[in-house]
């Protein structure tokens, strides 16, 4: 039996050390993948974190926003700080929750949904006043979720423990076999992978990015790429598993 994905080539756009999951996900499915970082993710040196650090002791409630913040943020905790026992953990998704309990946090409350909205709207963050709050996060991440959390009375602080940059990559390889038809598909998690993408790929690249279905696993980023002037942009389920189902999807009803 032909598998849903045989024939499609998709290019993977995710940092290099967080591709393999998506990769193998829609190899599975039958397709091809082009992996072709747009984003590169570099810890924040710990001698920086100190501060960061020392009021995750006292917090009463500890928010991790990504499984990049999971990743640097507890390899940083257990370098030099500490979690008390007494401390809520919370994690923005499902995903992030794993990459925590990954790490050996067992008890970790997270949403069914993947953004800070739907962190927001648990019970558990409803009556915050007076409480003390760390956001773990990459540099100039949103502001949403503390500011919501201020204007519920928390104290909210940032622990910032990884920096977002656009890799140094030559594109011409990956212009080349998509010129010639080899790219089906595009993947993108966050609107700044996809300006990355757009600048490393140059003026060759823009109809082909326009041209080409993109899939995005949050409804924002669906929204920047339609801005961008996409042609067809797909809004997916979260996470790998909802990448993989949205590319079935279309390409079951778009052969």
Same mark, same amino acid.
């Given at each position: 039996?032909?598998?849903?994905?045989?024939?499609?080539?998709?290019?993977?756009?995710?940092?290099?050390?967080?591709?393999?999951?998506?990769?193998?996900?829609?190899?599975?499915?039958?397709?091809?993948?082009?992996?072709?970082?747009?984003?590169?993710?570099?810890?924040?040196?710990?001698?920086?974190?100190?501060?960061?650090?020392?009021?995750?002791?006292?917090?009463?409630?500890?928010?991790?926003?990504?499984?990049?913040?999971?990743?640097?943020?507890?390899?940083?905790?257990?370098?030099?700080?500490?979690?008390?026992?007494? /401390?809520?953990? @919370? =994690?923005?998704?499902?995903?992030? #929750?794993? %990459?925590?309990?990954?790490? *050996?946090?067992?008890? !970790? &409350? $997270?949403?069914?949904?993947?953004?800070?909205?739907?962190?927001?709207?648990?019970?558990?963050?409803?009556?915050?006043?007076?409480?003390?709050?760390?956001?773990?996060?990459?540099?100039?991440?949103?502001?949403?979720?503390?500011?919501?959390?201020?204007?519920?009375?928390?104290?909210?602080?940032?622990?910032?423990?990884?920096?977002?940059?656009?890799?140094?990559?030559?594109?011409?390889?990956?212009?080349?076999?998509?010129?010639?038809?080899?790219?089906?598909?595009?993947?993108?998690?966050?609107?700044?992978?996809?300006?990355?993408?757009?600048?490393?790929?140059?003026?060759?690249?823009?109809?082909?990015?326009?041209? /080409?279905?993109? @899939? =995005?696993?949050?409804?924002?980023? #669906?929204? %920047?790429?339609?801005?961008? *002037?996409?042609?067809? !942009? &797909? $809004?997916?389920?979260?996470?790998?598993?909802?990448?993989?189902?949205?590319?079935?999807?279309?390409?079951?009803?778009?052969?």
């Amino acid at each position: 039996m032909t598998q849903p994905l045989t024939g499609r080539t998709v290019l993977v756009t995710r940092p290099l050390q967080q591709a393999a999951g998506l990769t193998q996900a829609i190899r599975s499915a039958g397709g091809a993948t082009f992996e072709f970082p747009a984003l590169d993710i570099e810890a924040v040196p710990e001698d920086e974190l100190s501060v960061p650090l020392a009021q995750l002791a006292d917090a009463d409630i500890v928010i991790f926003i990504s499984p990049n913040a999971a990743q640097f943020g507890m390899a940083a905790i257990r370098a030099r700080g500490r979690l008390s026992s007494s /401390t809520g953990i @919370f =994690a923005v998704g499902p995903g992030t #929750a794993r %990459a925590l309990q990954a790490q *050996g946090l067992s008890q !970790v &409350i $997270a949403p069914r949904g993947q953004d800070s909205e739907a962190l927001l709207a648990l019970p558990q963050l409803e009556d915050v006043a007076g409480r003390r709050v760390v956001i773990v996060r990459g540099v100039g991440g949103r502001a949403l979720l503390a500011d919501a959390l201020r204007e519920r009375g928390a104290d909210v602080r940032f622990m910032e423990c990884y920096r977002r940059m656009r890799p140094q990559a030559d594109a011409s390889p990956l212009l080349t076999h998509w010129q010639g038809g080899g790219i089906d598909a595009v993947t993108i998690t966050s609107a700044e992978a996809l300006h990355n993408l757009s600048v490393l790929l140059g003026e060759a690249g823009t109809p082909l990015l326009a041209a /080409t279905p993109l @899939f =995005a696993p949050h409804e924002k980023i #669906a929204e %920047a790429a339609r801005r961008f *002037g996409i042609a067809h !942009v &797909i $809004a997916t389920p979260g996470g790998d598993a909802g990448l993989v189902e949205g590319l079935i999807d279309w390409f079951r009803n778009n052969p």
